[in-house]
Antibody, heavy 116, light 111 residues
Framework: QVQLVESGGGVVQPGRSLRLSCAASGFAFTDFGMHWARQAPGKGLEWVAVIGHDGNIERYADSVKGRFTISRDNSKNRLYLQMDSLRAEDTALYYC?????????WGQGIRVSVSS | QSALTQPPSASGSPGQSVTISCTGTSSDVGAYNYVSWYQQHPGKAPKLIIYEVTKRASGVPDRFSGSKSGNTASLTVSGLQADDEADYYCSSYEGINNLGVFGTGTKVSVL
């Protein structure tokens, strides 16, 4: 079955960087686009970024454009989110999710807290 | 990237039906049939319920149905059960940023 396991979260000071990773298994990773989404405490969901199945397409939410970079390593079945210049408002539970136009599966999420 | 508009809450008694609306624009809901609905129980990851406006995800009972008219999509839950009590989010592909946009979320209560 599809498994998505996020890692790399934690507490970080404003302005610093963090790299999230997502290990995918149970499906043909190279065939699917992948998303990162997030949910701030007590708030709704937000799509953060999407990447095409071969990495040729990247799209970002306006709130993270220029600060976050989505990437993937199809040889390792891994998805990444490089987060630079972090702000307090980036504090959230970050989800890795499978799919491009339709997201069918989600990981359990990893917490990122930006605080001084 | 403005969020799609959903009512904050909806409720019904067991066995009744509830319908949740999701209003967007001609750049998202009105332009594409890539509308999905997700169910999220407290402390859990979202779960796909409906995709491409009307299609039920694998294992989802036919009590859940989706539709769309113009810029507004809708999710109907028939025969409400206690386990249907959750937050529901719509999502649509959006053609300006070429990224999805979520709805504001609706908390469904089973009275």
């Amino acid at each position: 079955q599809v498994q998505l396991v996020e890692s790399g979260g934690g507490v970080v000071q404003p302005g610093r960087s963090l790299r999230l990773s997502c290990a995918a298994s149970g499906f043909a990773f190279t065939d699917f686009g992948m998303h990162w989404a997030r949910q701030a405490p007590g708030k709704g969901l937000e799509w953060v970024a999407v990447i095409g199945h071969d990495g040729n397409i990247e799209r970002y939410a306006d709130s993270v454009k220029g600060r976050f970079t989505i990437s993937r390593d199809n040889s390792k079945n891994r998805l990444y989110l490089q987060m630079d210049s972090l702000r307090a408002e980036d504090t959230a539970l970050y989800y890795c999710a499978k799919g491009y136009h339709t997201v069918t599966h989600w990981g359990q999420g990893i917490r990122v807290s930006v605080s001084s | 990237q403005s969020a799609l508009t959903q009512p904050p809450s909806a409720s019904g008694s067991p066995g009744q039906s509830v319908t949740i609306s999701c209003t967007g624009t001609s750049s998202d809901v009105g332009a594409y049939n890539y509308v999905s609905w997700y169910q999220q129980h407290p402390g859990k990851a979202p779960k796909l319920i409906i995709y491409e406006v009307t299609k039920r995800a694998s294992g989802v009972p036919d009590r859940f149905s989706g539709s769309k008219s113009g810029n507004t999509a809708s999710l109907t839950v028939s025969g409400l059960q206690a386990d249907d009590e959750a937050d529901y989010y719509c999502s649509s592909y959006e053609g300006i940023n070429n990224l999805g946009v979520f709805g504001t979320g609706t908390k469904v209560s089973v009275l």
